[in-house]
């Protein structure tokens, strides 16, 4: 079972900015705010923020979103 905790629409993120961080059973995706990649560079001007939080084998999702399979 993992949990799912969206901090953002997924609309606000430029879509070649997104990347994936991995801190033991959890995943956080992160992207940059449309407007502040910088293609040539492959960075982003104001720092990632955070999209989606991912736990991994979680026993109970509560505060931390909805559950998926």
């Known amino acids: ?5 969206v901090e953002h ?3 606000s993120f430029d879509p070649r ?5 991995v801190r033991g059973d959890t995943r956080i995706l ?6 502040a990649w910088q293609p040539r560079l492959a960075r982003c001007r104001v ?6 939080v991912i736990k ?5 999702c509560a505060g931390h ?3 998926r399979r």
Request: glycine fraction near 12%.
């Open 1 to 5: 079972m993992k949990c799912v905790k």
């Open 9 to 11: 629409p997924k609309a």
């Open 17 to 21: 900015s997104f990347r994936t961080l």
């Open 30 to 35: 992160v992207g940059c705010p449309k407007g």
């Open 47 to 52: 720092g990632t923020r955070a999209y989606e």
């Open 56 to 60: 991994l084998n979680a026993t109970s």
């Open 65 to 67: 979103g909805r559950r």
